[in-house]
């Protein structure tokens, strides 16, 4: 029986009515307050990762569809000793789209369906606000990130996170992770922007800035979520 712990994490905002949100399925292996966390960790990007990426957003679990070899990929994390933590921008709560226990209910049955698979999700982290809210907890910013890292006592250097946009970059790397690009959802796109076939982006143009002109030739381009997987534990 799944059951869960709907909390409001401590991070706040100075521009956005909301607080980021956090569901937690009950599991032995969350730490108590205080534990070290030794297990590695892989923070993941939801939509376009885990499943397919609608442009007009997953609302229901009826719209929430798997991408191929996702939840392969998940279960090898498990097996290799690894927890996983979504992170992932659902400005379909501050649009009145989703309520909150709407979103939660969505992400029950997804972690549900990842253990029937044999993966585990430890948490899920997700913003609520719209871009234009300007908040710390949206990627690119690394504010969800470094809330868990808080929270599950992670070691952000050790860890990677796994996404389809530029932005999911951009968070990993302000967090300290090693980030890696896959190209389902907007990935395609984000790989031609990275590798200069589409110039003039502000994502590529921020990421030169933060973290030096060569970023975009040290970072792995995987062609999905399995693959990201497999080259981790490749490389471990």
Not at 3 to 10: A, F, V, Y
Not at 64 to 82: N, P, T
Not at 92 to 98: D, K, Q, V
Request: charged share 20%; glycine share 8%; aromatic share 6%.
């Amino acid at each position: 029986m799944s059951i869960t712990e709907i909390n409001l994490t401590s991070f706040t905002t100075v521009s956005a009515p909301l607080l980021p949100g956090l569901f937690v399925p009950v599991s032995p292996e969350v730490p108590a307050p205080g534990q070290v966390q030794t297990r590695p960790t892989i923070f993941i990007d939801r939509d376009g990762v885990i499943n397919q990426n609608r442009k007009e957003h997953v609302l229901n679990w009826s719209e929430f569809q798997f991408i191929e070899g996702s939840k392969k990929a998940l279960a090898l994390l498990k097996q290799a000793g690894y927890q996983v933590v979504v992170v992932t921008n659902q400005a379909t709560i501050e649009r009145g789209l989703l309520t909150v226990a709407q979103l939660d209910q969505l992400h029950r049955q997804m972690a549900n369906e990842i253990e029937m698979a044999g993966g585990q999700v430890t948490a899920v982290y997700y913003c609520p606000h719209r871009p234009e809210a300007n908040c710390d907890c949206r990627k690119p910013r690394p504010g969800l990130l470094l809330e868990a890292a808080s929270r599950f006592q992670i070691k952000l250097g050790d860890s990677w996170f796994i996404g389809d946009h530029l932005t999911d970059l951009e968070a990993g790397l302000a967090a300290g992770c090693k980030p890696i690009l896959v190209q389902t959802g907007r990935g395609q796109m984000a790989a031609e922007e990275l590798q200069g076939l589409q110039p003039g982006s502000a994502s590529v143009s921020r990421l030169a800035l933060k973290f030096g002109p060569s970023v975009s030739l040290r970072l792995p381009v995987k062609a999905d979520l399995l693959d990201a997987v497999e080259f981790i534990l490749a490389n471990r």
